[in-house]
C-alpha cells in the first residue's frame, strides 16, 4: 500500500522492483528522486524527459518529495503515517539499482541511503549557496563530505556549476561526469508540428520572459528596463510564478504600467505596451516562439532550460553574464569554429542593476524592437542539448555504476 496524498512522497506508478522475466532482468532499475515541485520549472521538466528516455533503456519511476502539512506532524496517526512513508521511501532507494536525484534535500537522501546513486547539482543549488555564509558552511561541512564519500557519480547542471565543489575542504573530482543539461527537442517539434492543436492565440511580436518570479531571475530590474521602453509600444509578456509575484504587480502600478493577464487581450488593444502576467505556464514554447526577443536577466543559471529553448527556436536572446550564460556562448563560439558560422543571436550584457546598465540594456532591446533578425542556432542546441544525444552518455553512466 502506497503512502496517500497527504504523504512525504508519491511515485508515478504503482511499481515494484521485483522484476520478471529475462528481459527485466537485462535493465536496470532506475529511481528519479525530486522535490514535488509547486510550479512548472527546469527541474521537473529535465525529470520528465529523463524518465521518458530512459523508460526505453531500463525500468524507471519517478519519486517526488512532499513537504508535510502541519496537522500532518501535530496528529499521532498522521506522525505514524510519515514514519510508515520514511521507512517505504528508505526500502524503495535501498532496492533501486541506481538512484538519481536533482536537488539539494533528494541528493542527501539519495547518496546517504541508496547503494548507487548519482546526485545532479541544479544552479538553483548554486544560487542558495551563494546566497549566505549558513548555506556555505552546510554545503561545505555537510552536503559536499557526503557527495564526496558515499555518492556514486555527480552531473553538473553546468560547468559553472562544478566552482564549489571543486574547492572545498573534500574533492570530488574523481567522480564529476561532464554530461550538461539538455531539452527535448522531440517534444518541441511535436508541439511546433501542423497538425498540434495550438493553445496560443495569433499574438506575436512580444518581448518575452520565461521563469519564476524570484530576485534569482531578476524580474524586478526587468520591470523597470521596461518602463522605459513604453514608447516602443510593445508588449513584454511574462510566464511565471513565485515569491515576487505581488510585488511585481505593486511596481508596475507605481511605474505606471499597465498589467493585462490573457494573450488575447493584447490583440483588442491599440495601445501595445503593458506587460501581460501568465503566471506558471507548464509548456512556453509557442509562447517563445511568437515572440520577438527572449529576455534572460537571470543573476544565477546552472544552465537554462529557456535559455536552450530560446536557441533551438532560432530566436535572439539579450541574458545577464554569468557561469551558465558564459559556457553556452563559448560553446556556441566553438561550434562556429568547427562548422561555420551559424548566425545566432545571444547577446551577454552585465546585470541590471544600476541605472547605466539598465540603459545597456534598454539600448540592446530597442536595436531588435523593428527588426526580426535571421538566427539559425537550431543545429548547434540539438547537436550539444538535445535529449536524443545527452540520453546515450546518461546511460553509459548508469551501466558503469
Known amino acids: ?49 529523463m524518465s521518458k528516455y530512459l523508460s526505453a533503456l531500463h525500468n524507471v519511476i519517478i519519486v517526488r518529495l512532499k513537504p508535510p502539512k502541519k496537522q500532518f506532524i501535530i496528529r499521532l496517526n498522521r506522525i505514524l503515517e510519515a514514519l510508515y512513508a520514511c521507512l517505504h521511501l528508505i526500502r524503495l532507494l535501498r532496492d533501486a539499482d541506481v538512484v538519481i536525484s536533482l536537488g539539494s534535500i533528494p541528493n542527501l537522501l539519495g547518496a546517504s541511503i541508496a547503494r548507487k546513486s548519482i546526485v545532479c547539482i541544479t544552479g538553483s543549488s548554486f544560487f542558495s549557496y551563494e546566497s549566505s555564509l549558513i548555506a556555505r558552511i552546510y554545503w561545505t561541512f555537510i552536503l559536499e563530505p557526503i557527495y564526496a564519500l558515499m555518492s556514486t557519480a555527480i552531473v553538473p547542471a553546468s560547468p559553472a556549476s562544478l566552482q564549489p565543489l571543486l574547492g572545498g575542504i573534500m574533492s570530488v573530482q574523481g567522480k564529476v561526469s561532464e554530461i550538461y543539461g539538455f531539452i527535448d527537442t522531440q517534444k518541441i517539434d511535436s508541439i511546433l508540428s501542423p497538425g498540434a492543436n495550438s493553445e496560443i492565440l495569433d499574438v506575436s511580436g512580444y518581448f518575452v520572459f520565461v521563469g519564476s518570479l524570484s530576485h534569482q531571475k531578476g524580474i524586478q530590474e526587468l520591470i523597470k528596463i521596461y518602463a522605459s521602453l513604453l514608447y516602443l509600444n510593445i508588449p513584454l509578456v511574462i510566464c511565471g510564478d513565485g515569491p515576487l509575484f505581488d510585488d511585481c504587480f505593486v511596481q508596475c502600478q507605481r511605474l505606471s504600467i499597465e498589467v493585462l493577464t490573457r494573450l488575447s487581450d493584447i490583440s483588442r488593444r491599440q495601445c501595445k505596451s503593458c506587460i501581460v502576467f501568465l503566471g506558471s505556464v507548464s509548456n512556453p514554447i509557442e509562447i517563445i516562439t511568437n515572440s520577438k526577443l527572449l529576455l534572460c536577466p537571470y543573476y544565477w543559471e546552472g544552465l537554462s532550460n529557456t535559455m536552450l529553448e530560446g536557441l533551438y527556436l532560432n530566436k535572439p536572446i539579450i541574458a545577464s553574464t554569468n557561469p551558465a550564460s558564459l559556457f553556452l556562448l563559448s560553446q556556441l563560439e566553438k561550434y562556429d569554429i568547427a562548422y561555420g558560422h551559424n548566425n545566432w543571436k545571444l ?55
Request: net charge positive; aromatic share 10%; charged share 20%.
Open 347 to 401: 547577446s551577454l550584457l552585465d546585470h541590471p542593476t544600476s541605472l547605466k546598465q539598465r540603459n545597456q540594456w534598454c539600448e540592446k532591446i530597442k536595436d531588435y524592437a523593428f527588426i526580426d533578425p535571421i538566427c539559425s542556432s537550431r543545429a548547434f542546441i540539438y547537436d550539444n542539448f538535445s535529449a536524443e544525444k545527452n540520453i546515450l552518455k546518461w546511460n553509459s553512466l548508469i551501466l558503469s555504476c
Open 1 to 49: 500500500m502506497l503512502p496517500n496524498d497527504n504523504a512525504l512522497f508519491e511515485l508515478n506508478c504503482n511499481y515494484s522492483f521485483r522484476p520478471f522475466g529475462r528481459e527485466c532482468l537485462q535493465k536496470k532499475q532506475i529511481i528519479l528522486l525530486t522535490l514535488h515541485p509547486n510550479s512548472p520549472g527546469g527541474v521537473d521538466t529535465r525529470v520528465q524527459a
